[in-house]
């Protein structure tokens, strides 16, 4: 039997933190999409320059996010495999605007300073809660997460300081 055949579908419990963490990605999920909305009727350029790094950087997030894809499936949480899809969204949207002229701007700080608000808020939530995934210790559950907040901090401030 399979793994994902032993567990049914449900929603996870979530507290305090839990939601806040969710609250803040999901403004930036809204700035993403509101930066591809943008770039839709712009026209897209080959990236040199610190646009290969903000795509390098964004691009690592985003493949993170397509295997925590199949680790919602396999969890079967309602919630958190829905919050994972609209995290992938909101990533290749601001791909995609990353490869638009003029670009997003601002729109990439904003994006980048709440998705590391958000690693930054899961981070105290995995370490009061002792959180597991699955067989996982909960410090790599926890060094994972600052591993993307590592991420978003530099694409943070490759743009304030290197633009």
């Not at 994902?4 to 963490?21: F, I, K, M, N």
């Not at 591809?36 to 009727?41: E, F, G, M, S």
């Not at 950087?57 to 899809?85: C, H, S």
Request: charged share 15%; with cysteine.
């Amino acid at each position: 039997m399979s793994a994902t055949s032993d567990r049914t579908w449900h929603v996870g419990e979530y507290d305090l933190l839990g939601w806040a963490e969710t609250a803040v990605k999901a403004v930036a999920f809204v700035v993403a999409y509101i930066a591809l909305v943008h770039a839709l009727d712009r026209s897209l350029h080959a990236p040199s320059g610190i646009r290969i790094v903000e795509l390098l950087l964004i691009g690592v997030a985003e493949l993170g996010l397509l295997a925590a894809i199949g680790d919602r499936l396999i969890e079967r949480e309602l919630i958190a495999i829905g919050f994972v899809v609209f995290n992938n969204v909101a990533h290749i949207g601001m791909l995609y605007a990353l490869l638009a002229v003029p670009g997003p701007g601002l729109l990439l700080s904003a994006f980048c300073g709440l998705m590391l608000g958000g690693e930054l808020i899961k981070i105290a939530w995995l370490r009061e809660t002792e959180y597991r995934v699955r067989d996982v210790a909960p410090m790599v559950v926890q060094g994972l997460v600052l591993g993307y907040a590592v991420l978003y901090l530099v694409a943070l401030l490759t743009w304030q300081f290197l633009k």
